[in-house]
C-alpha cells in the first residue's frame, strides 16, 4: 500500500481548514485517476479538458471538481468500462477503498461514472476533520463527450504524479474556446467560469476558433446557424453576458474554490471589471 505518498503529497498543500483539505485530497486523486487511463489507451481515443485540465497542468490557482474529457472524433460505441477496471486497480494500490458507479447509457452521448471513496480519510493524518471527526465520501465525476465538435488540438505532456504517465490534453486555444462555449451556453452563471476567463485573458491566450465556431452550432443558442466566430464576435457576445449577470451571487459561488488570500480580490468582479477584461480580446 502507498498511502505514504498521498500523506506526503497532501502535507505540501499546507491547507488551512477542512474545506481545503478535502479539495487537496480529491485532486491527488484525480491525478492518480489520469495517470491510471495514461496505462490504457484511453488516451489515444480522448483529451482532457476542463478547469481541472487547466489546474493540473497550467497551474490554475483554484480547485476543480469534475473531469472532463471529450474523443478525438466521434464514437457513439465507446464503453468507459474497460478503462476505469485499471483506475480502480490503480487506486487500490494507494489504499482506496473504491467504488465506481457508471451511468454510461447507450444513446447518451455523454458517457459518466462516478469515483467514490470513503475509506481513505481513515489511513491518513489530517489536520481538518468535519466537527463529526469523520472525512465526507469522496466522489469525483468523470464525463466523456462521444460526439464532440471539430477543430481541437492537443498537447501531450506527461503527468509525473504519482508515476510518470503520458496525458493527452487539449492545448491552450481549445480550452480557452471550450470555456467560451460554457461561458456563452451555459444555461446557469458559474463563477469558476470567470474566474477561469480572467485566467486566459491576463495571459492573452489566443482562442481556437475552428473548434469554438464548431461548438457553437453543435449546441447553444447558434446551434445549426453555422456560426463563424473571431475575437470581435465574442467581445460583442461576452459584452451582452455580462451585462445580464448578477456578479454578487457569480462571485459566492467560486469562493469556495480558491485559497483565503485570493477572497480580495473576488470584490473587483463586477460588470465594467469583465467588461475590461473582454475587451482585451479586441
Given at each position: 500500500m502507498s498511502v505514504e505518498i498521498i500523506q506526503e503529497r497532501l502535507n505540501s498543500y499546507s491547507c488551512v481548514s477542512t474545506l481545503e483539505e478535502e479539495m487537496a485530497l480529491r485532486e491527488i486523486t484525480q491525478e492518480i485517476i489520469l495517470a491510471g487511463l495514461g496505462r490504457t489507451a484511453f488516451f489515444?481515443?480522448?483529451?482532457?479538458?476542463?478547469?481541472?485540465?487547466?489546474?493540473?497542468?497550467?497551474?490554475?490557482?483554484?480547485?476543480?471538481?469534475?473531469?472532463?474529457?471529450?474523443?478525438?472524433s466521434p464514437d457513439p460505441a465507446f464503453r468507459l468500462a474497460s478503462h476505469l477496471d485499471q483506475v480502480r486497480q490503480e487506486l487500490l494500490v494507494y489504499g482506496y477503498e473504491i467504488e465506481i458507479d457508471d451511468r454510461s447509457e447507450v444513446g447518451e452521448t455523454v458517457r459518466q461514472a462516478f469515483v467514490k471513496d470513503g475509506s481513505l480519510g481513515?489511513?491518513?493524518?489530517?489536520?481538518?476533520?468535519?466537527?463529526?471527526?469523520?472525512?465526507?465520501?469522496?466522489?469525483?465525476?468523470?464525463?466523456?463527450?462521444?460526439?464532440?465538435?471539430?477543430?481541437?488540438?492537443?498537447?501531450?505532456?506527461?503527468?509525473?504524479?504519482?508515476?510518470?504517465?503520458?496525458?493527452?490534453?487539449?492545448?491552450?486555444?481549445?480550452?480557452?474556446?471550450?470555456?467560451l462555449h460554457a461561458l456563452l451556453c451555459r444555461n446557469y452563471d458559474k463563477g469558476r467560469d470567470w474566474y477561469d476567463f480572467i485566467w486566459y485573458t491576463a495571459r492573452r491566450t489566443p482562442i481556437n476558433h475552428e473548434l469554438l465556431s464548431a461548438a457553437l452550432d453543435q449546441q447553444g443558442p447558434w446551434k445549426g446557424h453555422g456560426p463563424k466566430t473571431d475575437n470581435d464576435w465574442c467581445v460583442e457576445e461576452l459584452r451582452a453576458k455580462i451585462a445580464e449577470i448578477d456578479w454578487a451571487q457569480v462571485r459566492q459561488d467560486v469562493q469556495r474554490f480558491v485559497r483565503p488570500h485570493e477572497l480580495p480580490s473576488l470584490k473587483l468582479w463586477s460588470r465594467e471589471f469583465f467588461l475590461r477584461q473582454s475587451a482585451k480580446l479586441s
Open positions: 489515444a481515443q480522448a483529451g482532457f479538458q476542463g478547469g481541472t485540465c487547466l489546474r493540473i497542468f497550467h497551474s490554475l490557482n483554484r480547485f476543480s471538481e469534475d473531469m472532463d474529457f471529450a474523443l478525438a481513515k489511513l491518513l493524518s489530517l489536520d481538518y476533520r468535519p466537527r463529526g471527526g469523520r472525512a465526507r465520501k469522496l466522489r469525483i465525476k468523470l464525463e466523456v463527450d462521444t460526439n464532440p465538435p471539430s477543430g481541437a488540438s492537443y498537447e501531450m505532456p506527461v503527468l509525473d504524479y504519482p508515476f510518470p504517465a503520458a496525458v493527452r490534453i487539449f492545448d491552450l486555444p481549445s480550452l480557452f474556446a471550450g470555456k
